[in-house]
């Protein structure tokens, strides 16, 4: 990496997210600690026996001398850890959401500006080529003034571990799940000023075998006068994952599906076994390695700023709990765009 000497990055957790990741910083050149409350950084450090990937039996340990942190745990512990990494003067690498919460979500960013490190939340859609390309229509004036943009993003509901389902700690479909095309949503078509949601199905703790299928649906409102539409699915067991966008500009309009088959297809019906429901891609690169190689890309000295940012984590966050908020009272959320001010409206 240039100027910046070999990678070293501590990785936390070891689930999907985790697994995503790894491959990337292996990719990079980078050697990797893995920590884990529950031993499994162990099994995975072991199932890459070839490389320079170790467990480390401590917290404390993980920043001794690594270049960043990568966090992939649940989102109620990313606060502690993002923090605990700025203290130690490391680079933090966090997936979303940043926190549940916008004001958490500004505690981490302002630790990190003070310690003078990189906070990189972990939008990795971004990457992805249809959505990076959409942008880059839209940078160009291909589309005129954007109207109206519309995205779903739905899969099985999480069955692999039992936060996913539990809205108290990840924040429901909303938080979890939507925040993604939420990020999109801001990303292409600017600041969000309003929001009005509806959730539509039981969340509750994975486990207690009840299957619902729990969906929702957030109309923002941008400062620019567009309008984005963001769905989200949580469907049965055997739900295809599938994303898609619809962008209607003045001039132009650009759509895509991840699937791309036309015609009548069978997409459900409850059999499945689990899965951890990380999106596959058909690109010849990762956009997990994308994005981590544009992180890393960032520390060096005059390297080039990242494509997310710290306030892009922040103002996903705070759209997000909007939305919950507006779907748990039933009344639009007006947000000061920029700022944590948030004020609830009549229907």
Same mark, same amino acid.
Request: charged share 20%; glycine share 10%.
């Given at each position: 990496?240039?100027?910046?000497?070999?990678?070293?990055?501590?990785?936390?957790?070891?689930?999907?997210?985790?697994?995503?990741?790894?491959?990337?910083?292996?990719?990079?050149?980078?050697?990797?600690?893995?920590?884990?409350?529950?031993?499994? #950084?162990?099994?995975?450090?072991?199932?890459?026996?070839?490389?320079?990937?170790?467990?480390?039996?401590?917290?404390?340990? &993980?920043?001794?001398?690594?270049?960043?942190?990568?966090?992939?745990?649940?989102?109620? =512990?990313?606060?502690?850890?993002?923090?605990? /990494?700025?203290?130690?003067?490391?680079?933090?690498?966090?997936?979303?959401? &940043?926190?549940?919460?916008?004001?958490?979500?500004?505690?981490?960013?302002?630790?990190?500006?003070?310690?003078? +490190?990189?906070?990189?939340? !972990?939008?990795?859609?971004?990457?992805?080529?249809?959505?990076? #390309?959409?942008?880059?229509? +839209?940078?160009?004036?291909?589309?005129?003034?954007?109207?109206?943009? $519309?995205?779903?993003?739905?899969? /099985?509901?999480?069955?692999?571990?039992?936060?996913?389902?539990?809205?108290?700690?990840?924040?429901?479909?909303?938080?979890?799940?939507? @925040?993604?095309?939420?990020?999109?949503? $801001?990303?292409?078509?600017?600041? @969000?000023?309003?929001?009005?949601?509806? =959730?539509?199905?039981?969340?509750?703790? =994975?486990?207690?075998?009840?299957?619902?299928?729990?969906? !929702?649906?957030?109309?923002?409102?941008? #400062?620019?006068?567009?309008?984005?539409?963001?769905?989200?699915?949580?469907?049965?067991?055997?739900?295809?994952?599938?994303?898609?966008?619809? @962008?209607?500009? #003045?001039?132009?309009?650009?759509?895509?599906?991840?699937?791309?088959?036309?015609?009548?297809?069978?997409?459900?019906?409850?059999?499945?076994?689990?899965?951890?429901?990380?999106?596959?891609?058909?690109?010849?690169?990762?956009?997990?390695?994308?994005?981590?190689?544009?992180?890393?890309?960032?520390?060096?000295?005059?390297?080039?700023?990242?494509?997310?940012?710290?306030?892009?984590?922040?103002?996903?966050?705070?759209?997000?709990?909007?939305? @919950?908020?507006?779907?748990? =009272?039933?009344?639009?959320?007006?947000?000061?765009?920029?700022?944590?001010?948030?004020?609830?409206?009549?229907?």
């Amino acid at each position: 990496m240039g100027s910046m000497g070999p990678l070293h990055i501590g990785l936390i957790g070891a689930g999907g997210i985790a697994r995503a990741h790894l491959p990337g910083w292996l990719e990079l050149g980078a050697r990797v600690s893995v920590y884990t409350v529950d031993g499994s #950084a162990e099994k995975l450090a072991a199932e890459y026996a070839r490389h320079e990937v170790a467990a480390v039996a401590s917290l404390d340990d &993980l920043p001794a001398d690594c270049t960043a942190v990568d966090i992939c745990t649940p989102t109620p =512990t990313h606060k502690e850890l993002a923090l605990a /990494a700025v203290a130690a003067g490391r680079h933090v690498i966090c997936e979303k959401p &940043l926190a549940l919460d916008a004001a958490d979500a500004e505690e981490i960013a302002k630790a990190a500006e003070a310690a003078g +490190v990189r906070l990189h939340p !972990a939008h990795v859609v971004r990457y992805f080529p249809a959505y990076a #390309a959409m942008r880059e229509a +839209v940078e160009r004036g291909d589309l005129g003034d954007l109207a109206v943009l $519309r995205f779903t993003r739905g899969g /099985a509901r999480p069955q692999w571990a039992p936060w996913f389902g539990d809205p108290a700690q990840s924040g429901g479909v909303i938080m979890d799940l939507m @925040v993604h095309d939420i990020d999109i949503a $801001r990303w292409i078509a600017g600041d @969000v000023v309003r929001v009005h949601a509806q =959730t539509r199905g039981v969340e509750h703790a =994975t486990g207690d075998d009840r299957a619902e299928v729990v969906s !929702a649906t957030a109309v923002l409102t941008h #400062a620019s006068g567009a309008i984005s539409h963001v769905t989200g699915l949580w469907g049965l067991p055997d739900q295809q994952f599938r994303t898609t966008f619809r @962008v209607a500009g #003045a001039d132009g309009l650009l759509r895509h599906d991840s699937t791309s088959v036309p015609g009548y297809r069978l997409t459900a019906q409850g059999v499945r076994a689990a899965n951890e429901g990380v999106p596959s891609s058909p690109m010849t690169e990762s956009p997990y390695l994308s994005e981590l190689r544009e992180f890393a890309a960032s520390w060096a000295d005059g390297g080039p700023e990242p494509r997310v940012s710290a306030r892009d984590g922040i103002e996903a966050v705070r759209i997000a709990a909007a939305a @919950v908020e507006s779907s748990r =009272t039933g009344r639009a959320i007006e947000i000061g765009a920029g700022n944590s001010t948030v004020e609830e409206v009549a229907r």
